[in-house]
């Protein structure tokens, strides 16, 4: 067998040429290639090479403190950055915003799925992902300044449809992070958190004619890792460094190793704490009063913020076995985690790749789906991806809420210093948020209402305050909390005039500080 190359970081940052296409795996702050981007990063600064690199890559990578993406975002550097996520890339989004870089955000979905297509050597990605939202090229293709001309993405016809398409870019160099190395270089992932986009980024690379460099924690004697582990075979290897530096090889930014992570141990969930009866705690409430006519076999997506609080709410009154929660990283089933370690998950029953997860999504194989709401408009579109000079990029949103057949957005009506108390059932607006968050129209479109319509979707957007649904027609409101002056503290705080036909209170026991019953709810309703 071949041996593979060992080489030091260093001697891997040298490899990358000016005006290479750079992509590399990673998610939020886990399975990062730390010392391979730092190392590059340090050339740059000491040499002034490489410059105008492209980088690409699928999901959040970084931490807003420099690691990450982050150690791309100099002047000079960089030319042009194609990402699923922008929100942990403060520095890079600072690039953006001074136009110094060309920049596109596209949903990360589609993005992981098209290292699958550059190394199978397809014309492109064919999707109906992203039409009508910000990615289409008829609205703004994801370009996110002025000095971003090019179409990335095309509308094309097939059999009397539009699609876009996604033509194929070679891949010159792939940073990836594993776990461990043999020395013919197959390399195993059995500490990282999922094998995210590891396979199809090293194939694309391979094929592409680019250069292929791991990093990982040890390389040990060939033929010594079980084969049916080996997520990146030798084959498609040319260099791997052994991270000197540990600080660099952490599972996540914030933890060492988790072996609970891995599918290595299980370990028991303590019960939580019950979240106070807040705002926040009343949306997750009403979101999960869906969970009712469920069965036990339902699958779920679930976002950060406001949405994690519907799995604790459903644990709390013990339906939560009624979940089989999947991130959007690859774990499926287990208790997904929030921050940092966003996309890593307790206790997973398994986990798939990246673009394998997304396949899933993208054929409508969850039952329901509760993601963010940060701006709505009189179309029910609906915004998370960028507001003014702020990028947050759209991630897995436009996937996930495209393709689920019941989409619940979740959100407080209004923020900005907002003050709320819920007394005696009732909810009262002690200080009105200074921003809306119902607008005439949105800044940026990543989910699409009249897209939605067309397909039938189930669509709801729960807040403290007030329930809306969308019919063919718009926006209705449907429900408004007790204690709540319609007038003033719903229509007169929104910047559109929704729908009001048949207006309910929301259920009282959503405002009471004890168990709702959803549990003999359920049960009820099974009989």
Known sequence: MKQVKIITAQEAAALVKDGDVVTSNGFVGSAQPEALTSALEERFLETGSPRDLTLIYAASQGNTDGRGGDHF????MLKKAILGHWNAVTSLQKLVNENKIQAYNLPQGTLSQYFRDVAAHRLGTITSVGLETFADPRVTGGKLNAVTKDDFVKVIQIEGQDQLFYPRMDMNVGFIRGTYADEWGNVVLSKEVSPL???????????SGGTVIVQVEKV????????????????????????????????????EYDPSLTGEITVPVQALE????????????????????????????LGIGIPELVSAVANEEGIGDSLTMTVE?????????????????VNAEAYMDQAVQFDFYDG??????????????????????????????CG???????????????????????????????????????????????????????????HKQHVLYITERAVFEMKEDGVHLTEIA?????????????????????????????????????????????K
């Open 274 to 301: 019950p979240a106070p009866l807040n705002a926040k705690k009343v949306i997750a409430r009403r979101a999960a009063l869906l969970l009712l006519n469920m069965s036990s076999e339902a699958v779920i997506n």
């Open 73 to 76: 975002a100099h002047e000079g």
């Open 482 to 526: 007790p204690g709540v002056d319609l007038q003033k503290d719903i229509l007169d705080q929104m910047g559109f005039k929704p729908i009001v036909d048949d207006v309910k209170l929301m259920p009282a026991y959503i405002f009471d500080d004890k168990l709702m019953g959803l549990k003999k709810m359920k049960e009820d309703l099974s």
């Open 364 to 393: 409508g194989g969850l039952d329901l789906t509760c993601l963010g709401l940060a701006e709505c408009d009189k179309d029910g579109n609906i915004n998370v991806s960028k507001f003014g000079t702020r990028i947050a990029g």
């Open 220 to 255: 040990v004697k060939g033929g010594t890792l079980d084969p049916k582990l080996v997520k990146v075979p030798g084959i498609y290897v040319d260099y791997v460094v052994v991270t000197e530096d540990m600080s660099k090889h952490q599972q996540s930014f914030d933890c």
């Open 329 to 345: 990283a690859g774990a499926i089933g287990g208790v997904p985690l929030g921050g940092v370690r966003f996309g890593a998950s």
């Open 197 to 207: 986009d590891a396979t199809p980024l090293a194939q694309a690379v391979h094929n």
């Open 396 to 454: 897995g949103f436009v996937n996930i809420t495209q393709n689920t057949q019941t989409v619940v957005f979740c959100g407080t009506f209004t923020t900005g210093k907002l003050k709320e108390e819920i007394k005696d059932g009732e909810l009262h607006i002690v200080q009105e948020g200074k921003v809306q968050k119902f607008v005439p129209t949105v800044d940026h479109i990543t989910f699409s209402g009249s897209y939605a319509r067309k």
